[in-house]
Each structure stands twice: as structure tokens, then as C-alpha cells.
């Protein structure tokens, strides 16, 4: 049986993976093949994620307190680090130094690979401007990336598409997924399971291929009602719409913010 990559560091979403490309099917596959492997571990991920999903009403202790249970269980993952972020842009006061996030630090060992972190940050937070980070992201990191390379692997470039953006870039998607952590990877598979009008084939394969059990996590999942209005409540009118957008990244694991 493969490992099931729980309980790592923030290190582990920055390595670069060694996996080849291979059809979007079999990369869907290859991703139902290893979330089969661990079919409590998936259903207790699901379980956990929709634990989850009062953070947005949540005040900053009980946000915190809660993502500290969850890095607790889990490690570090892609989807903690966002969480992370959208629970401090939240707060006009610097609250790293609160008790829950040195002990989430202490975890992943943000010290030691804080990039993560502030990635997520810089993509949510509105006091960093979005274009201008999401440009020198990509003026710095294109030298690294040749033209048939594979941009997810640098997380911060992955961070700037959090949904695949086209059949093609399913494979890539999973891959990088899998690379971070089995709680990355669940979730990458539930978003492609919630575009499956887009893509139907994929879709098909997760409903047969899927453990019934984890099928039935999915579809619970996917049903549960989230208000997605709350993450944009507290913004301005006119900017409501990049609110919502921004803080999204940070909510992928349910239906409409992966849709949207």
C-alpha cells in the first residue's frame, strides 16, 4: 500500500515531485487509486474540512483553536495554509504571536518554510495588493519554469490557479495535489468530482472508480449548505466581487466556491 502522506511540513508542499504526465483519465485514476488505499483516512478528511465550515462566522480564538485540532490530525497541507491566511486577514492586529498559531507553527514548521503561508496570505489578504504580487510571482519565477514545464510544481504559481483551468491541466493539478499532502489531494479530487458537467468523462470515473463509501463522503459534502455570501459580508459593494474571489481560495472544498 503507498504512504498516505499525513502529518508533514510545510517543506513538503515546496519539493518538487517526479511524477511523468500521463492522460487526464489515468491521472483521475491514479488519484481515486490512492484516496481508495485509505478509505477511512478520506472519510475522516471529509469529515474534518466540513467541520470546517463556520470558520467564516467564527471568531479569531475559535477559528484558530479549530485549525489547531485540524493541523493536530492532518499536518501541514496547501488547504491549512489558506485557512491560516484567511483567518489572519481577517484581523486588523497582528495575532501570529496567539497561542493556537504558534502551536500550528510549531507543526508544520512554519519558521523553518514559511512560504507557504504567506503565499495564501498574499492571495487573500486585501492589504496585499493582488495584481502586483500575483505579477512579481511571476516575473521572479518564470526563469525557473521552461516552456514545457510544469508550472504547479512552484506552489506559489499553482496558488495563482487553485482550479484546474482546463482538461489538460487536470494531470498537473492532481500531481501537485498528490505531491503536498493526502488531505491536498482529496480535495483536488473533490473539485474535478464538482466540475464534472465540465468534464464528464472524469466525473463518470470518480462515481464508478470511488469507494460507495467515499462516494457517499463526496455527495455529503457537496450538498452541505454553505453561504458563500459570507465571505464577502464584510466588503465594500464595489468590491464584493474581488472579495469573494480572494477569499474563495480558501473555500475550495465546497461546490460553489470551486464553481464560481
Not at 498559531?101 to 492589504?127: G, M
Not at 473533490?190 to 460507495?212: F, K, N, S, T
Not at 457537496?222 to 459593494?237: K, V
Request: charged share 25%; net charge negative; aromatic share 12%.
Amino acid at each position: 500500500m503507498p504512504f498516505s502522506n499525513l502529518n508533514g511540513k510545510y517543506r513538503n508542499l515546496l519539493a518538487r515531485h517526479g511524477l511523468d504526465p500521463i492522460s487526464p483519465p489515468r491521472e483521475v485514476q491514479f488519484a481515486i487509486g490512492r484516496i481508495n488505499g485509505w478509505p477511512a483516512n478520506a472519510i475522516e478528511v471529509i469529515g474534518s474540512i466540513m467541520s470546517l465550515a463556520p470558520l467564516p462566522q467564527a471568531d479569531v480564538n475559535d477559528a484558530l483553536n479549530a485549525l489547531q485540532v485540524f493541523a493536530d490530525r492532518w499536518g501541514a497541507s496547501n488547504y491549512l495554509a489558506r485557512k491560516l491566511a484567511y483567518v489572519i486577514s481577517r484581523e486588523d492586529e497582528q495575532i501570529e504571536s496567539h497561542p493556537a498559531f504558534e502551536a500550528i507553527s510549531q507543526i508544520v514548521e512554519h519558521q523553518k518554510f514559511s512560504l507557504p503561508y504567506f503565499t495564501a496570505l498574499e492571495s487573500i489578504d486585501p492589504r496585499f495588493p493582488y495584481f502586483t504580487g500575483m505579477n512579481t510571482r511571476l516575473l521572479l519565477l518564470k526563469k525557473y519554469v521552461a516552456d514545457d514545464d510544469d508550472f504547479r510544481q512552484w506552489l506559489p504559481l499553482h496558488n495563482i490557479a487553485p482550479c484546474p483551468m482546463s482538461e489538460n491541466d487536470i494531470g498537473a493539478f492532481i500531481r501537485k495535489a498528490h505531491s503536498m499532502s493526502f488531505v491536498d489531494e482529496v480535495i483536488a479530487l473533490l473539485q474535478v468530482y464538482y466540475l464534472r458537467d465540465h468534464w464528464e468523462v472524469l466525473g463518470d470515473a470518480i462515481q464508478r472508480a470511488l469507494r460507495p463509501e467515499i462516494l457517499a463522503a463526496f455527495s455529503k459534502i457537496e450538498s452541505l449548505e454553505f453561504d458563500c455570501r459570507l465571505l464577502f459580508a464584510r466588503a465594500e459593494p464595489d468590491s464584493s466581487d474581488f472579495t469573494y474571489y480572494r477569499n474563495a481560495l480558501a473555500f475550495l472544498e465546497f461546490v460553489e466556491p470551486t464553481r464560481c
